[in-house]
T-cell receptor
Framework: AQTVTQSQPEMSVQEAETVTLSCTYD???????LFWYKQPPSRQMILVIR??????QNATENRFSVNFQKAAKSFSLKISDSQLGDTAMYFC??????????????FGKGTRLSVIA | DTGVSQDPRHKITKRGQNVTFRCDPI?????LYWYRQTLGQGPEFLTY??????LEKSRLLSDRFSAERPKGSFSTLEIQRTEQGDSAMYLC???WGGGGSYEQYFGPGTRLTVT
């Protein structure tokens, strides 16, 4: 079974600073997708960034980037120039593209990030 | 299209009552998922549909839970004889299964409180 581990239940960062959220996963498969989702307080889950396992290049979306280490099964999220609006729960998630269909996302327990002014 | 919508947003019910939640996915998405999220945890998969077919159900989905997606559009999740342990946020997500795109887009959730 696939598992996702987020070892940092809570983190805080000063506004404009950089923070890195950790994620490790476990799978015996070679082809899969990884995601970071953001869930602001009382608001819905938003996709932040995705990474295909077959791509060596780390994904980047504006201030968000990942460090994908396939051999180590590690997928960390770096947030640069942190903003107050980045305060949220961040979930790392994993999916196997099995056959022609999706399988459900497997989520970690999340990291609660607080950006401090 | 404004995204995935869910109704109601909040539901308070007494133990033993039945409840039904509705999810309207993004219109061009053919896959629809239900997840349950308890406080301090990540979402856990319950079931998913491709068009109108229910393709997979989690062991979390007891016999008291049933989901439908008639005509492959909106979906309903019904919980019969609710228990206090059913209190959670129920999330719906949808995705487009073609073209190698695996992102799932989430609705705002329905928060269920069983008293």
């Amino acid at each position: 079974a696939q598992t996702v581990t987020q070892s940092q239940p809570e983190m805080s960062v000063q506004e404009a600073e950089t923070v890195t959220l950790s994620c490790t996963y476990d799978t015996s498969e070679n082809n899969y997708y990884l995601f970071w989702y953001k869930q602001p307080p009382s608001r819905q889950m938003i996709l932040v960034i995705r990474q295909e396992a077959y791509k060596q290049q780390n994904a980047t979306e504006n201030r968000f980037s990942v460090n994908f280490q396939k051999a180590a099964k590690s997928f960390s999220l770096k947030i640069s120039d942190s903003q107050l609006g980045d305060t949220a729960m961040y979930f790392c998630a994993f999916i196997l593209p099995v056959n022609s269909g999706n399988t459900p996302l497997v989520f970690g327990k999340g990291t609660r990030l607080s950006v401090i002014a | 299209d404004t995204g995935v919508s869910q109704d109601p947003r909040h539901k308070i019910t007494k133990r033993g009552q039945n409840v039904t939640f509705r999810c309207d996915p993004i219109s061009e998405h053919n896959r629809l998922y239900w997840y349950r999220q308890t406080l301090g945890q990540g979402p856990e998969f319950l079931t998913y549909f491709q068009n109108e077919a229910q393709l997979e159900k989690s062991r979390l989905l007891s016999d008291r839970f049933s989901a439908e997606r008639p005509k492959g559009s909106f979906s309903t999740l019904e919980i019969q004889r609710t228990e206090q342990g059913d209190s959670a946020m129920y999330l719906c997500a949808s995705s487009w299964g073609g073209g190698g795109s695996y992102e799932q887009y989430f609705g705002p959730g329905t928060r269920l409180t069983v008293t």
